[in-house]
C-alpha cells in the first residue's frame, strides 16, 4: 500500500483545509472527476502498516483482507475522501479536509497536519470511475464534503455546457471559487448554525427551484439521508428517471465508517447496484 506525505498545507475557509501529498506512483497518476480515495490515519503508536495485495488477487480485495486483519487498537482509521487536484509537474496531489466540529481521527489529524507527516493509501481504482450520462443539462448538488467532486466535475464540462450546482455550507465564508467553462448558474445554501445533516435547506432550495427544460442528469453527493431525499425529490416529484442520477451518501449523521450500515445504507447500495 502507497505511502502519501505531507509536503504542504493551508486553510481554504475556517473549515476547510487543504493538504498536498507526494508519494509513490503519484508520477503516473490518471485522473478523472470525483476521484475517490482510502485515507489510513494511523492510531499513536501504530504506524500505517504496509498491506500489498497479492498479484493474483482478481478483485483487488487481499489489502481490505489484510486491513480486516489488523487487531482492532493497532488498525488505522480509515475514511474516503476526493481528489481535489492532481500537479503532474511535481508529481503531487490536494486533498480537502472539512473540520467538523465533533472531531474525529481525520479531522483531528487534519488541524495538526505537517510537511513530512504521512498517511497510507489505497487508490484511485478505475473500476470506480463513473462518467456523468449525456443529458441537455447537469444538476450538482451536496454540502461541503461534495465540493472537491463538484469542483473536478465543473473544470471538466465543454465550454457553454448548461449546468446547475446547489452547495451547501455553513455562511459565505465557507464559499469557493469553482473554475468553470460551463455555463454555471450556481447557488450557494447558508444553514447557519443549524449542524450539517440537520436541516432541510439543501432540498428546500432544490425543491424550490425553477430547474431548465430538456433532459437532466443528476450528481448527488453528502450526507446519506439528504442524498435519499434529494433523489426522492427527483424521482416523484420531478419525473427524472432513476438512470439519470448518480448519488453516493458521502457520510452518515451521528455514524462514521466504522460503524455497521444500517438498513438503509444497504437498501442504497442495492439501488445504485440495481440502476
Known amino acids: 500500500m502507497p505511502l502519501l506525505r505531507v509536503t504542504a498545507t493551508h486553510p481554504i475557509t475556517p473549515h476547510v483545509t487543504r493538504v498536498r501529498f507526494t508519494g509513490d506512483g503519484l508520477d503516473d497518476f490518471p485522473t478523472w472527476p470525483d476521484q475517490q480515495l482510502k485515507l489510513l490515519f494511523p492510531k499513536n503508536g501504530h504506524p500505517v502498516p504496509d498491506l500489498p495485495a497479492a498479484k493474483d488477487d482478481k478483485y483487488g480485495m487481499g ?18 475522501y476526493t481528489v481535489r487536484a492532481h500537479h503532474p509537474d511535481t508529481h503531487e496531489i490536494d486533498v480537502d479536509f472539512v473540520l467538523h466540529p465533533d472531531a474525529g481521527p481525520a479531522t483531528r489529524w487534519a488541524q495538526h497536519a505537517q510537511p ?8 484511485p481504482s478505475a ?7 449525456r443529458s441537455d443539462w447537469l444538476l450538482l448538488a451536496g454540502d461541503e ?3 472537491p467532486a463538484i469542483a473536478t466535475h ?9 449546468t446547475t450546482a446547489y452547495v451547501e455550507v455553513r455562511d459565505a465564508t465557507e464559499h469557493q471559487p469553482l473554475d468553470t467553462a460551463a455555463d454555471l448558474d450556481l447557488h450557494w445554501v447558508h444553514r447557519g448554525d443549524t449542524p450539517p445533516g440537520r436541516g432541510t435547506g439543501l432540498l428546500d432550495a432544490v425543491r424550490a427551484a425553477r430547474l431548465p427544460a430538456g433532459t437532466p442528469y443528476a450528481w ?7 442524498v435519499r431525499g434529494l433523489r426522492r425529490h427527483l424521482v416523484d416529484d420531478r419525473g427524472v428517471d432513476k438512470r439519470r442520477i448518480d448519488f453516493t451518501g458521502y457520510w452518515r449523521l451521528a455514524l462514521t465508517q466504522d460503524d455497521a450500515p444500517t438498513e438503509e445504507d444497504i437498501a442504497e447500495a442495492k439501488e445504485r447496484v440495481a440502476d
Not at 116 to 123: A, E, K, S, V
Not at 127 to 133: F, I, M, N, Q, V
Open 220 to 226: 448527488l453527493a453528502g450526507e446519506a439521508g439528504v
Open 127 to 133: 473500476a470506480y470511475r463513473k462518467p456523468l450520462g
Open 63 to 80: 489489502w481490505y483482507q489484510a486491513y480486516q486483519a489488523i487487531p482492532e487498537p493497532e488498525r488505522p482509521w480509515m475514511r474516503s
Open 154 to 162: 465543473l473544470a471538466a464540462l465543454p465550454a457553454g455546457f448548461p
Open 145 to 147: 464534503t461534495a465540493l
Open 116 to 123: 513530512g507527516d504521512t498517511l497510507g493509501r489505497y487508490g
